[in-house]
């Protein structure tokens, strides 16, 4: 059974500090992996697919990357509006998307 | 750009009403989905559908049944709703599995509230 979790479930950093988010799956044949981010009361907005391990992808002051066990979602001085649920998900072997529960991140000006 | 189109942002039903929820989306994806998400759970998979008139059950089917009659078109249907069924749901839709972009992309969700 196809598995995703998400590390921390919340965390908290100052306006400018940067860390990484992480998320481990276990799957059985890779298609994609997705980051999401979720803003309160609404539908998560798709930001990234990672394909194979080594592969990166940067948006803005965000940058994921990805291993053969899991993803990281690096957040470099980050501000206040990047404030949100970041969601990770894995295709395996079928349609479906297997979610993770998600890091809650709050930048504090 | 990619839109999913949920009918209602909010929706109060009394127990025992039959509820629909109705999605479209615009991209001719071949795939859509219904989720739920609840706080410490996560998004589950309720049914998704992978053609016109096809579909299959997600991890918590139960007291949920779907319809695609069109391509666009998925809706959700809440035979007789309970109050375990307050929730927000979330529609998505995403190309087919055998297409190299397969990211799903997500209406702005329904918070219903069974009362």
């Known amino acids: 059974e196809d598995q995703v979790t998400q590390s921390p479930e919340a965390l908290r950093l100052q306006e400018g500090e940067s860390s990484s988010l992480n998320c481990s799956y276990t799957?059985?044949?890779?298609?994609?992996l997705f980051w999401y981010r979720q803003d309160p009361g609404k539908g998560p907005e798709f930001l990234f697919t990672?394909?194979?391990a080594g592969e990166e992808k940067e948006k803005e002051r965000l940058k994921a990357t990805l291993t053969k066990k899991e993803s990281f979602l690096h957040i470099t001085a980050p501000k206040p509006e990047d404030s949100a649920t970041y969601l990770c998900?894995?295709?395996?072997?079928?349609?479906?998307?297997?979610f993770g529960k998600g890091t809650k991140l709050t930048v504090n000006p | 750009d990619v839109k999913v189109t949920q009918s209602s942002r909010y929706l109060v039903k009394r127990t025992g009403e039959k509820v629909f929820l109705e999605c479209v989306q615009d991209?001719?994806?071949?795939?859509m989905f219904w989720y739920r998400q609840d706080p410490g759970l996560g998004l589950r998979l309720i049914y998704f559908?992978?053609?016109?008139?096809?579909?299959e059950k997600g991890d918590i089917p139960e007291g949920y049944s779907v319809s695609r009659e069109k391509k666009e078109r998925f809706s959700l249907i809440l035979e007789s709703a309970s109050t375990n069924q307050t929730s927000m749901y979330l529609c998505?839709?995403?190309?087919?599995?055998?297409?190299?972009?397969?990211?799903?992309?997500f209406g702005q969700g329904t918070r219903l509230t069974v009362v």
């Open positions: 998505a839709s995403s190309l087919a599995y055998r297409a190299r972009n397969t990211e799903a992309f």
């Open positions: 799957v059985s044949g890779l298609r994609g």
């Open positions: 990672l394909y194979s």
């Open positions: 998900a894995v295709q395996g072997g079928s349609e479906k998307l297997v």
């Open positions: 991209m001719d994806h071949e795939n």
């Open positions: 559908s992978y053609d016109v008139k096809m579909k």
